[in-house]
């Protein structure tokens, strides 16, 4: 028997009219406004916008680390508005992988340590999780400094460090801001090749801030954000 599967079945994340201010000596400057926006597995959104239009900040609020001053959000059906800080965490460590612009990797920690850490806060301790990290570093070219310091690591190598940690826990919603900015076009090139790869095969959804048009061009879906807009384009 054919079952009807509704098209609601793989939204993984729905924002509906979100609005962010911060306020500066110049007065109140509203980064988003009314945004909404709907995420479903197996697409890629690629984000571009000028320097300063909002483009972490919106990141930063659909992962529940800034909260909207306004708005709904829902990951799946659940709604996050809110919701306490450590729930939001909980959630957070199992629905989203987020590659930040400034790494945030731990500096008293290795690159496989850094990777583990990932899993070792959910609890997972076995040896099949040092594997799985290992492999990962593997895969974004870094097997050649999993035990280096990541302090000693170049911009390019911390942010490839940080795309692995973001895939350790196999997380359904990937968050990447500028995640090629600092490396050279041919390991961006390997990088973009592996995330569009895990939406296709795994069907992860992918939000992807970048300036390069190249590699907004090849998300599925593309937006821009200005004014505190987004718009398609
Ligand atoms: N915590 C904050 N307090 C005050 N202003 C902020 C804060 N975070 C971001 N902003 C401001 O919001 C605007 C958008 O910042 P951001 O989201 O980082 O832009 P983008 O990632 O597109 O470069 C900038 O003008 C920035 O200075
Ligand atoms: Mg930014």
């Not at 895939?167 to 490396?183: I, S, Y």
Request: hydrophobic letters at 40%.
């Amino acid at each position: 028997m054919l079952c009807a599967v509704s098209h609601k079945d793989n939204i993984l994340l729905e924002a509906e009219a979100l609005t962010k201010a911060f306020s500066t000596e110049g007065g109140s400057v509203r980064v988003l406004d009314n945004i909404s926006l709907t995420l479903r597995a197996g697409e890629s959104v690629s984000i571009r916008g000028e320097s300063g239009c909002g483009k972490s900040t919106l990141l930063n609020v659909l992962s529940g680390l800034e909260r909207p001053d306004d708005g709904l959000l829902r990951w799946q059906t659940e709604e996050v508005s809110g919701r306490s800080l450590s729930w939001l965490a909980g959630k957070r460590r199992d629905f989203i992988g987020f590659v930040f612009q400034a790494y945030y990797l731990a500096p008293e920690l290795n690159a496989l340590e850094n990777v583990l850490l990932a899993s070792r806060i959910r609890g997972n301790r076995g040896s099949e999780w040092i594997d799985r990290a290992e492999a990962l570093l593997e895969r974004v070219g870094m097997s050649h400094r999993l035990r280096h310091c990541t302090t000693k690591l170049s911009g390019g190598e911390r942010q490839r460090v940080a795309l692995a940690r973001a895939l350790m826990n196999d997380p359904p919603l990937l968050l990447a801001d500028e995640p090629t900015g600092n490396l050279d076009e041919g390991t961006a090139e390997s990088v973009m090749d592996l995330l569009l790869g895990l939406v296709s095969e795994s069907e992860k959804c992918l939000v992807l801030v970048t300036h390069h048009p190249g590699f907004a061009a090849r998300a599925t879906r593309r937006l821009q954000l200005h004014g505190g807009h987004l718009a398609e384009g």
